[in-house]
């Protein structure tokens, strides 16, 4: 069973179809004005004094506010068709697929069972799903969910007056689940809402989700931000960063906004806690984001990624010993640079620890994963590094993300060959490791590749090192940040600990290598 489940309500021929609808519109009652070549995308709330914040609880209704926002949010339907693969039906008695033995398969069956042949099956197979979206401006630019419009061949959008009117896809980007559609002869004084500042949120905000959930129009709920940058959501989501939030969200609300009590638009609602699992768990992307994403999806249809050539990791509390840096440090550890890279080419190195990008504080190995995504190629990247414990400042233009490069962010790397030890080898009781000098036959046992380092030929199981994560077949680069090139370079460095003292270790495994922090003694 799934943890999350998408949000957008989906049926197929003649299933029961759950309206989809999220009823929230602009921070102002009026509507905008007509559409012109030179309107703005979108009305960002930063460009205007803010409103004021409606007061809990002694405000006793939140209807005029309500009342505000319904306009501006629309329902969106869509429909799919998916072809049918056919069965090419040979001669009678005769194989489809050729050879000429006896066809016993589905057409035989019925016959022999029902005195007929098998029912023909249709072409094709018509799906349609129902979700919500929000009107960016008077040109009929509205955002959703990349999931409520995917593969679809037939689009309307119904206003909250009931009007009806068809759409197109301008752009879609699935890895954060953002999708721009326009209406198509969008008609004048559109309702339009106002983006916020989802940066600016705290845990604890109230949100207001406005929608149809299972069919219910203009359903009205209230919560709080429950969390913040909550990442992995979505398989394999390398730029999950979503909002948490215990306001309820059903299926029906996909696609739809999460305001602030100022009206303004501070997520998109995307995903929720399968309900056998949990309740009052739900998930929305955040504007900022989006706005981020939006002049490239309504120019480009798609988005282009900046890449820099580096895997990092979190900053553990031992790798921060380890490094000397001091306690509660935040950042992104770089654990590889790509050779002839951008980074490579600006001179970051591993070890480097990434605290800021472009004047803005980078926490962990994600922000600055999305950070850099959201750089434009061909723009610079200024990037604000710790090495050795001293700030350096570094600037690098960014090129395009390959395609095939999206896991490069984490710095997760596979396990070595499992293989027979011989040679001379060096103990490490502090450690809990035994390492070899690689030699032609030892680089031949474990698999790694001659060169500079030590192999790990075992691992005290339950020691430091295997507490760690050293593998046998490891390959030790540096030690303490000292090159390692001989087991008695390691000995030396290693000689000079005490007990609780941090060994950072820099070990390579299979085509990459990352820093490890071993502590000191403390055996099984």
Partial sequence: MRLITRIVTVSLAAAAIFACTRDGSAATASAAPAASPSQQLFRDAAAAAPGPEAAIPVQTSLAPLID???????????????????????????????????????????ERYFGRPAPEMPEEFK??????????????????????????????????DDREFGAKIVGRDPLTDVALIQLVNPPKNLPTVVLGDSDALRQGDFVLALGSPFGLRDTATLGIVSAKHRPGINPGGTYDDFIQTDAAINPGNSGGPLFNLRGEVVGINTAIVSPQIGQGIGFAVPINMAKALLPQLKEKGKVTRGFLGVSVSDLSPDLIQ?????????????????????????????????????????????????????????????????????????????????EDGEAVGRGEQGGGEEGGGQGARDQSPKLGVSIAPITPDVARQ??????????????????PADRAGIRRGDVILEANRQKVTRPEDMRSAVAKLKEGDMALLRVRRGDAAV??????GGGK
Avoid at 129 to 140: A, V, W
Avoid at 335 to 364: F, H, I, W
Avoid at 373 to 395: D, E, H, I, M, Y
Avoid at 515 to 520: G, L, N, R, Y
């Fill in 127 to 160: 799906g349609s799903s129902l979700g919500s979206g929000f009107l960016l401006n008077g040109e009929g630019f509205i955002l959703t969910n990349n999931h409520v419009v995917k593969d679809a061949t037939d689009i309307r959008v119904r206003l909250s």
């Fill in 322 to 402: 380890g490094f000397g840096l001091q306690p509660g440090t935040k950042g992104a550890l770089v654990q590889n640079v790509v050779p002839r890279s951008p980074a490579d080419k600006a001179g970051l190195q591993p070890g480097d620890v990434v605290v800021a990008l472009n004047d803005k504080t980078v926490e962990t190995a994600g922000a600055l994963t999305r950070g850099v995504a959201l750089v434009s190629p061909g723009q610079t990247a200024n990037l604000t590094v710790l090495r050795g414990g001293q700030k350096k400042q570094f600037a690098v233009k960014v090129v395009q993300r390959p």
């Fill in 515 to 520: 820093f490890i922090a071993v502590p000191v």
């Fill in 446 to 463: 474990f698999g790694v590749e001659p060169g500079d380092g030590v192999v790990v030929v075992d691992v005290t199981e339950g020691g």
């Fill in 68 to 110: 505000k926002l319904r306009p501006a949010v629309v329902n969106i339907s869509t429909t799919t068709v998916t072809k049918h693969p056919r069965v090419q039906r040979g001669p009678r008695g005769q194989n489809p697929h050729g050879g000429g033995t006896p066809d016993e398969g589905f057409e035989d069956f019925f």
